[in-house]
């Protein structure tokens, strides 16, 4: 049997301090999970239950790299979330369970064509062309729970330009890490290589050419990334 085009490469994400890569399978994202965020895109948040969305694997982008403007936009958006990479697959995962399929964690910047979003929110479509476009997952170089146990208090921020645009603390989460995981696992089956961003804290805004976005988490390793010329 031979592939009658190239396969693609297996997308990854780097592992801090060393050469080896992290396989990236999923990328789950989870929407408005800080009440502070939801409330500034005009939403009650009441523990109503998670939705999630999805981009694609090849989105993913390391620290330190350079991206285009991307196409059909005027209003990129930076996004700062804790990164949960999963080890272990499962179904109906317990929430007691939950963080045993924990590989590591990491810092991302879930870039969002803003304008793209409210206009599918409006007219009830889905939200791809808003969050699932090419390197729109920034994603720093990850750490394992061997070394950074699982983060759940701290501070979650992120600069343009050096200048604080996002400030929150991980214990604002509406649904905290093992919930996302039990209830993403009831949906779907969960697989080694499944990445989860885990929704954004207040303070969401929009980059342009020329700007330097730099996410950050307690304990784990900054992701930073220069917005380039338009594609
Ligand atoms: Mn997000």
Not at 5 to 15: L, N, Y
Not at 29 to 34: E, F, K, L, W
Not at 76 to 104: F, K, N, Q
Request: charged share 25%; with cysteine; aromatic share 6%.
């Amino acid at each position: 049997m031979g592939y009658v085009i190239d396969p693609a490469p297996t997308p990854s994400v780097a592992v801090d301090g060393t050469e080896d890569r992290f396989p990236v399978r999923r990328i789950f994202c989870v929407g408005r999970n800080y009440a502070a965020h939801a409330r500034e895109m005009g939403k009650d948040p009441d523990r109503e239950p998670p939705f999630f969305f999805t981009k694609p694997a090849d989105a993913v982008v390391d620290t330190g790299q350079t991206v285009p403007y991307p196409p059909q936009t005027e209003d990129l958006h930076y996004e700062a979330e804790m990164v949960v990479a999963i080890g272990t697959g499962g179904r109906d995962i317990s929430e007691a369970d939950a963080l045993d399929h924990v590989w590591g964690y990491g810092t991302g910047n879930d870039l969002t064509r803003r304008d793209l979003q409210k206009v599918a929110k409006d007219m009830g479509r889905p939200w791809d062309w808003g969050k699932a476009f090419d390197n729109s997952a920034i994603i720093g170089p990850l750490r394992p729970v061997s070394k950074v146990g699982h983060p759940a208090s701290g501070s979650i921020s992120l600069t343009v330009n050096g200048e604080t645009r996002q400030d929150g603390d991980l214990t604002e989460l509406i649904w905290s890490i093992p919930e996302v995981i039990s209830i993403l696992s009831r949906s779907i089956a969960l697989q080694p290589g499944d990445l989860i961003m885990s929704g954004t804290p207040a303070g969401v805004g929009a980059l342009k050419p020329g700007d330097i976005c730099t996410a950050s988490v307690v304990g784990l390793a900054e992701c930073t990334v220069t917005i380039g010329a338009r594609d």
